[in-house]
């Protein structure tokens, strides 16, 4: 897709407002507020979902809140200008909106002008694929669909010249990495119209299923294109459960809303945590699964050791399985749960921080819990803050969901 020059101008400015963004970058004047609906129908994942809320709040001019297709039929996308529609599965999605559903999401974008933003299966909801419930709003058909159950991890990807305009702090050498969980493999349509691929995969996910392999390398893993009057931005993989990335997620909220980007924090801005791929082979789903069950009835030490080796590999349902701990009888195991949910950026456990820090009677798990707290605070919205050095530790480690079909 040729943008026009005017957009070129205002793509190239925000790169250069943001070179070197991400530390140093001091937190930009509030603008006018920019309200999204986060799709948490029929078909669509919880955890994607709620990840997807807590990524917004890292921008401080958007609003966000849960919409169901109820709500979307009876005039609830009024107050909204963007929506987006997170992991899961895409055809449930189209199936729980019905028909009705389809044409208010279709009106709001083509005719209203509207944006929306797919994530993994939300990215399947928005492309034109034959024989599959969609919305036909970006000319790119998902292929390979009889072996959607792929497979998962963190997989490395490749930006274009576009791609590190619209997310100028992915500049540098060598790939940058997103989690994937069986996300849509895209190709142009049969009725191929205007689009503009900004990254490819580089990784090949073929762990399950019999999914052939060599499919996936250099299939387009986000993109973007006008439908109407609207904007449409499709993302095949999840930087909403990606530490270090999920500013990603307002980033392309802003694009589809047609509002000028701003430079985020270095509390969320972290994609150097990130240095190799991390495939959920057979041998780490049953490493995963083990670990689980150290979380739930090992002793004090391998608690603490499972706690370690789930941040290591960024297990997808990690976090929900620690948070517990920090309502744990040991205060090594208390310490350990804070640290990690830091790593994981899980904003939605903020509460439960604050909760066990409260009652909190041992000194040096005082002091871990408050730095815990106080990092998640500066991640909602990101300010600029001075990080920890150890919150920008990388992952040296050989990682974890949702259906897309």
Not at 119 to 126: D, E, F, K, M, R
Not at 132 to 153: F, I, T, W
Not at 163 to 172: D, N, Q, R, S, T
């Amino acid at each position: 897709m040729q943008l026009t020059m005017t957009r070129i101008a205002l793509v190239v400015l925000c790169a250069a407002t943001f070179a070197g963004s991400g530390a140093g970058t001091a937190a930009p004047a509030p603008g006018p507020p920019l309200r999204v609906g986060v799709f948490l129908g029929n078909g669509a994942m919880g955890t994607s979902g709620e990840n997807a809320i807590e990524a917004l709040k890292i921008d401080p001019d958007i609003t966000a809140r849960r919409i169901t297709a109820r709500e979307i039929v009876s005039g609830g996308l009024a107050d909204l200008d963007v929506l987006v529609f997170p992991g899961g599965s895409g055809s449930r999605q189209v199936g729980d909106l019905g028909a009705l559903g389809v044409a208010r999401v279709r009106d709001f974008i083509r005719t209203a002008g509207k944006g929306a933003v797919g994530l993994c299966a939300g990215a399947y909801l928005l492309t034109d694929t034959p024989e599959y419930a969609c919305l036909g709003l970006c000319p790119l058909s998902a292929v390979d669909r009889e072996h959607d159950e792929r497979g998962h991890g963190i997989v490395a990807l490749e930006l274009n010249a576009a791609g590190l305009e619209v997310f100028p702090e992915l500049k540098g050498t060598g790939p940058r990495f997103l989690y994937y969980y069986e996300g849509p493999l895209m190709v142009p349509s049969a009725a191929a119209g205007p689009h503009e691929v900004l990254g490819s995969f580089l990784s090949d996910v073929h762990l399950e299923n019999g999914a052939p392999a060599g499919l996936m390398p250099g299939k387009p893993v986000l993109a973007r294109a006008e439908a109407g009057k609207g904007r449409v931005f499709l993302c095949s993989c999840h930087p909403e459960a990606t530490p270090g990335m999920r500013w990603m997620v307002p980033r392309m909220v802003r694009w589809a809303a047609r509002r000028e980007a701003i430079p985020y924090s270095s509390a969320v801005v972290r994609p150097a945590i990130h240095d190799h791929a991390i495939l959920f082979d057979e041998s780490l789903r049953m490493e995963e699964a083990g670990l689980f069950q150290d979380v739930l009835y090992g002793t004090g030490d391998r608690k603490v050791r499972a706690i370690r080796r789930l941040v290591e590999v960024r297990s997808w349902e990690g976090a929900r399985w620690v948070v517990g701990c920090l309502r744990s009888d040991d205060p090594a195991v208390r310490r350990e749960a804070a640290g990690a949910l830091t790593e994981w950026e899980a904003t939605w456990a903020l509460g439960d921080v604050e909760s066990a820090l409260k009652m909190e009677n041992n000194p040096k798990t005082r002091t871990a819990l408050e730095g815990a707290a106080s990092r998640l605070r500066s991640m909602t919205p990101a300010v600029e803050t001075k990080v920890p050095p150890e919150t920008q530790r990388r992952v040296g480690v050989p990682f974890d969901a949702c259906k897309t079909g």
